[in-house]
């Protein structure tokens, strides 16, 4: 067992080598609970643990196991201690993923999320009685998601018998359009209106789905009248969600409405601070002042200058120090300052004199659709959001419309002199704000 124990030290140490962004501090607590005939399997703390390391790391561990031992390893992640209450059990297809990273204790709380963190805490104690529907927003980047698995945690921790269901809006429409092409939609309504807590993020991307809307409408309702806790995220107030129906709209400003900004200067240290705690991390105050005014957009961002600073720090060798993290982040920050979709909106928007609500609405004229097509282009030029989130800020758009959009505003760039001159102009604006 010693040999066993040296050579797994060794694994957990090329682990974070291979794969820094995935990294935990817990790393370190992992047990090996069999080691022969090719396999290794690895305790871990709980469900939620083996979970994500099955979904996110398996890759690195097989690899760092293999260059260690010279041969071929099959890796597996298994609880050691019970899971997390659930009754998911008795209904199929209904597991729940939680990140084992996203609990109340690990969400660094400020000004600008108080509210949101909150009423988290209290949804997840009272479920179905203190903010029904709890409806969160903001920018991308500032913590819904990690609020929402919170939610998820706290309440199955709280209530051993809570059936709680966590989908992404679009998991949702695609599960209601396979159901209806499959001739399983009574299946899909009982496994979405039997629960007691359902949780849906983004969505905004409702918009434009009118049969999933009306489905959704409908599942809101029956939750609702049954007591049954919603929990809902989108990236804007309920009243700027354009293309969607006025009563669903009006349904989620019911119960608490509660915003997330991006984090102050100071929460944003704290905020470093806690990740790189959570990697196993010692992050001196110079470091993590300098990253903290480095990079402003989103938590996202800070966790990425981490990274790349660890990773940096694994490869050289080199102590984390102010030197390093200024050789590591400062040129790549200064050069590619992170855009927000938002942004490119309020410049685009400014520009021309146009409404956001327009732009997300269906009307075609020339005078709406030429600013919704540029909004989508630069969009597609200088952010790394895919063609499904940026048609998501503007109405709801499918991929295709967004490349469509994008290759007549790049032939009209080339072509127009006058729309060249306007997308130099708006790119300028955008990029050095």
């Not at 990273?101 to 479920?127: K, M, Q, W």
């Not at 679009?170 to 309504?189: D, M, R, Y």
């Not at 849906?200 to 999933?212: A, G, K, P, T, Y």
């Not at 309920?238 to 989620?252: I, M």
Request: neutral net charge.
């Amino acid at each position: 067992m010693p040999d066993t124990a040296r050579i797994f030290a060794e694994i957990i140490d090329l682990v974070k080598t291979l794969d820094p962004t995935n990294t935990r501090r817990w790393f370190d607590d992992l047990v090996v609970l069999q080691f022969a005939h090719g396999l290794l399997e690895i305790g871990c703390p709980d469900e939620a643990t083996a979970q994500f390391l099955t979904d996110t790391c398996r890759s690195a561990f097989t690899k760092a196991a293999q260059n260690t031992t010279g041969h071929l390893v099959t890796v597996k992640f298994s609880p050691t201690v019970a899971k997390i209450p659930s009754t998911t059990a008795s209904k199929p297809n209904q597991a729940l993923k939680v990140h084992p990273d996203y609990t109340f204790e690990n969400f660094v709380v400020g000004p600008a999320n108080r509210l949101a963190h909150a009423s988290c805490i209290a949804v997840s104690h009272s479920p179905g009685t203190t903010y029904n529907p709890l409806f969160l927003y903001g920018s991308v980047g500032l913590g819904k998601t990690h609020l929402l698995h919170a939610v998820c945690r706290e309440t199955q921790t709280k209530f051993s018998n809570a059936f709680v269901r966590f989908l992404s809006c679009e998991q949702f429409v695609n599960a209601f359009i396979s159901a209806i092409e499959k001739g399983t939609l009574p299946e899909f309504q009982r496994h979405c209106r039997s629960v007691d807590m359902l949780v849906i993020d983004d969505v905004q991307f409702l918009r434009e789905r009118e049969h999933s809307q009306e489905e959704f409408f409908h599942t809101f309702n029956t939750l609702y009248n049954n007591r049954k806790q919603i929990v809902l995220t989108a990236d804007c107030a309920p009243a700027e969600l354009s293309s969607l129906e006025d009563r669903l709209v009006s349904r989620f400003k019911w119960g608490l409405v509660a915003r997330l900004d991006a984090p102050s200067y100071e929460t944003r240290i704290a905020i470093i601070q806690k990740k790189a705690h959570l990697r196993g991390l010692e992050i001196p105050e110079p470091v993590a002042e300098y990253i903290a005014r480095k990079v402003q957009a989103n938590i996202r961002e800070l966790e990425g200058a981490l990274t790349i600073i660890y990773a940096t720090a694994k490869t050289t060798g080199d102590k984390i120090s102010l030197e390093l993290a200024k050789r590591a982040i400062g040129s790549v920050v200064d050069v590619a300052r992170t855009i927000t979709i938002s942004e490119i909106i309020d410049a685009v928007t400014g520009y021309y004199d146009v409404r956001l609500t327009d732009l997300q609405s269906k009307k075609r004229s020339q005078s709406i659709a030429l600013p919704r097509q540029i909004c989508m282009f630069l969009a597609r030029s200088l952010t790394r959001h895919s063609l499904e989130e940026i048609g998501g800020h503007l109405g709801g758009r499918d991929h295709t419309t967004v490349l469509h959009a994008c290759s007549k505003i790049k032939e009209l760039q080339q072509n127009d002199p006058q729309t060249n001159a306007q997308l130099t102009e708006l790119t300028e604006k955008i990029t050095k704000s």
